[in-house]
């Protein structure tokens, strides 16, 4: 089969994140953590709906009971549709939880995130690794994180990955399902500075890593062992995330961005001011994903 790329929502998303697919309304979701609002479309719908204004929603995991778990700048929320967002955490013994840039639910329902602590030209703190527990406690997972992005789990669900945006790496840990502990962390992959940044991430079901590559103007695939299996160019250079959906889970849904950010981070010579981005795409192939977990806290 080959690959065809269309776009899926003709937006100009300010940074378009998060994207999950739901299986039971057969829809995208996803955020414009730009613009803090979420939406959502189906393949027969013309226009994504603006499902929630004004909440920002950097990255979204689906929950058990129904709606959505989002982090953003304020903490980790919980919301279902004709409801107020909940606050699950915004604490973590005295450290703040804000800032919160990506997401994902383990295996159990737990939930990861990491925060974004990078601040460009700023002296600055760097930030942690999140877990929210299903009884809505919090544990520090990880800290010394600059911008941490897109994470995943090994089909066998012995590893766990997290990508580290501004030291464009992504990290591997062992990972216990039981505990939903992390420990041995060692780096999988760094990018060249000509790649682009590591952003958001998922993992397909033979186990390899697809990483959204900002500036990159596309993704990659990587096999377990982090060797390069394949790219697929986008026609914008600013790819924020992506995951598996769609009836067979063989679509790729990828957000984009369109905000103006001029970095020494971008590979030398990068045109800053065309085709940034900000459209949500679909990307028909042959590889089968697999569905992300579902939160249950």
């Known amino acids: 089969m080959a690959t065809l790329i269309q776009r899926f929502a003709d937006q100009a998303l300010l940074c378009g994140e998060g994207p999950v697919w739901d299986t039971v309304s057969g829809r995208l979701y996803w955020a414009d953590c730009g613009g803090e609002a979420i939406y959502a479309k189906g393949f027969d719908a013309e226009v994504p709906e603006r499902v929630l204004d004004s909440y920002h929603a950097a990255s979204l995991a689906l929950h058990e009971s129904g709606g959505i778990v989002f982090g953003g700048r304020d903490g980790f929320f919980h919301w ?96 216990d399902i039981e505990s939903g502990n992390i420990k041995n962390k060692r780096v999988l992959i760094k990018l060249k500075k000509d790649e682009g940044l590591p952003d958001g991430m998922t993992v397909d079901r033979e186990g390899f890593l697809w990483v959204a590559k900002w500036f990159g103007g596309g993704l990659s695939r990587y096999d377990p062992t ?21 009836p067979f889970w063989k679509d790729i849904f990828v957000t984009s961005a369109a ?38 806290i």
């Open 80 to 175: 279902n549709k004709g409801s107020v967002p909940r606050l699950v955490c915004n604490h973590c013994g005295e450290a703040s939880v804000v800032d919160i840039n990506d997401i994902i639910a383990d295996p159990r329902g737990r939930v990861f995130g990491g925060q974004e602590a990078f601040r460009e030209g700023e002296d600055y703190d760097t930030g942690y690794l999140f877990r929210i527990d299903l009884d809505g406690s919090c544990v520090i997972m990880e800290e010394g994180l600059h911008l941490s992005n897109g994470m995943g789990f090994s089909p066998s669900c012995d590893q766990f990955y997290l990508v580290d945006t501004v030291l464009r790496v992504i990290y591997v840990y062992d990972y």
């Open 226 to 246: 982090g060797k390069l299996e394949r790219t697929i160019d986008l026609p914008v250079a600013q790819i924020s995330s992506l995951t598996f959906g769609g």
């Open 259 to 296: 905000q103006y950010w001029e970095t020494p981070l971008a590979p030398i010579g990068h045109d800053f001011s065309s085709s940034r981005g900000g459209s949500v795409y679909r990307i028909a192939q042959d590889i089968e994903g697999k569905p992300e977990y579902i939160a249950r």
